[in-house]
Each structure stands twice: as C-alpha cells, then as structure tokens.
C-alpha cells in the first residue's frame, strides 16, 4: 500500500513540475509584468526578442568548446550592452543547403526576430551544382519570411578554395550577393574576412576557426547585426 501511495505521489509531482515548466515557457512569449515598487503600478518589462543563427559546423562551433563559437561571442556581447536579446545556436555540421532546407521547418517553430543564414560552404566544397544551391538557399528564405515576415533577415557570405575553378568559384560568391539584393537582406560580404587562409587561426583541416579564428568571426557579424538591434 505503501509502495502505491509512492508511485502515485512520484507520478503527481513529474506532473507538477512539466506543468510548470510548460507554463514558464509559455510565459516566456509575452512582456512580462511586474510591480513598481515607488509608484505601485505595473509596469511592462522588455521582451526578449530572439537571433537564430541557421547554418553548419562554422556556426556550431566544430573542433571548440560550444561557448568560444561565434553565437555564443554575439551572445556575451548583447548581454554586456544589456540588450534583451538572446540567441539560438542552429548549426549542424556537415550541413548543406539542401539539407537545411528540410530542417528550417522544425527550427521555424520557435519565434524568432532575426534569422541569420550561414550554410552553402560544404555545397561549394562538394562540388554541388551552383543552381541548387541558390534553389535550396531561397527556399529556406521563402520559408523564414511566410512564417515570420516582420523578422529581419541575413545572409552570411562565403567564398571557397581556388582549386574550384575561376568560373565556378566567381559564380559561387555572387549567389549570395544576388540572394541578399533579391530578398532586401543584410549582407555579410565574407563571413571569414580576415580568417580564411591564415593557418594561425585555423585548425588542423585549415577549414574550421580556432577560437581565436571565431573571435574575428564574430566581429564580422557584429557589424552587420548591430544597426538590426
């Protein structure tokens, strides 16, 4: 009887504490209100608005600990202006377009006020016909925009090896700058500036940031994202 009386006590408080942390979340989409404690009315606190950074292993943080990548950089700097603004880590190494474009849907389903693209680097690296990767690219667009049309929207640029070819290669890295004058996104022209090629800030496989390497990055970023604040 005892042993019962256990189970169903374990069981009622599992409940309890999902409830709550359902209701936290739910909580979590609307200004909060709290009480002003000289003039006793309530007052609206400021909502946090959210940054989804969508894109590969550059943005997961390949070969680093998760808090030197640069969402996490672009995070630590909003929270050192004080800015209500948080930001979501979407990256999957190995990414392609087209796979992101069947994963956005999923992502889609938490609000978000600022998408920033990063994927297309590991098509260039395969070879992957140019036209797909525009196709996959301005799907994944279409979709950010149906779902939230008021979000602001950018576009990470990107630029691969030379061993591509010169057509190939110029073809790549205007498909980003023709996505983001088509789609009115900002633009970040290289998201690599000042990193791609430099060994020091590279790791092994001269591919991925080191920490160091991500710390440009984030500037790189920053600047673009900052005037969207």
Known sequence: MFEIFQYRMKAYLNTLVVAL?????NNDKGPAVQTNPTTGKKDSVVQMKTIVFFGNSLTA?????????F???IQHRLDSLALPWKVVN?????????????????????PLDIFVLELGANDGLRGIPLTQTRESLQSIIDKVKAK??????????MQIPPNMGPAYITEF???????AAKNKMTLIPFLLEG???????????????????????AENIWRELMPLL
Do not use: M
């Open 148 to 157: 939230y049309p008021s979000a602001k929207l950018v576009l990470a640029g």
């Open 173 to 179: 890295k205007n498909i980003y700058s023709g996505l």
């Open 61 to 69: 943080g390949y070969g680093i600990s998760p808090s030197e990548a």
């Open 90 to 110: 979407a990256g999957v190494s190995g990414e392609t377009s087209t796979g992101g474009n069947s994963r956005i849907d999923w992502i889609l389903k938490q």
């Open 71 to 73: 969402p996490a950089l």
């Open 21 to 25: 942390f359902v209701l936290a979340c």
């Open 195 to 217: 990193v791609g090629g430099e060994e020091k800030l590279n790791q092994e496989d001269g591919i991925h940031p080191t920490a160091e390497g991500h710390k440009i990055v």
